[in-house]
């Protein structure tokens, strides 16, 4: 059973700049593969940013250059740095950890925060 809390959500002014914060009750944290990805009212929910366990980054084409993703295995946290969000970034985050399981994979969620980008 793996937990994720995520922080850091709110309203910010286009333009400026939000850090996300999920912090996972899980034990051996570093073998996972770690990720952000949000989900906007009537749309998929859609991969923001992730990393690996070692430390290999990808970013969905509409992010890649404003946010960026990092970890901090001591401290069980995974981060989504947003600089210049745009109203479009609106939607709900979530954190996500992923590893494998048997033959398939085990991915475990947060409860989601709300971003509001005004403009």
């Known amino acids: 059973q793996v937990q994720l809390v995520e922080s850091g959500g709110g309203l910010v002014q286009a333009g400026g700049s939000l850090r996300l914060s999920c912090v996972a009750s899980?034990?051996?944290?570093?073998?996972?593969?770690l990720g952000w990805y949000r989900q906007a009212p009537g749309k998929q929910r859609e991969l923001v940013a992730s990393?690996?366990?070692?430390?290999?980054?990808n970013a969905g084409d509409s992010v890649k250059d404003r946010f960026t993703i990092s970890r901090d295995n001591a401290k069980n946290t995974v981060y989504l740095q947003m600089n210049s969000p745009e109203p479009e970034d609106t939607a709900v985050y979530y954190c996500?950890?992923?590893?494998?399981?048997?033959?398939?994979?085990?991915?475990?969620w947060g409860q989601g925060t709300q971003v509001t980008v005004s403009s």
């Open positions: 990393i690996t366990s070692g430390g290999s980054t």
């Open positions: 996500n950890a992923d590893r494998p399981f048997g033959t398939t994979r085990r991915s475990y």
């Open positions: 899980a034990s051996f944290l570093s073998i996972y593969t």
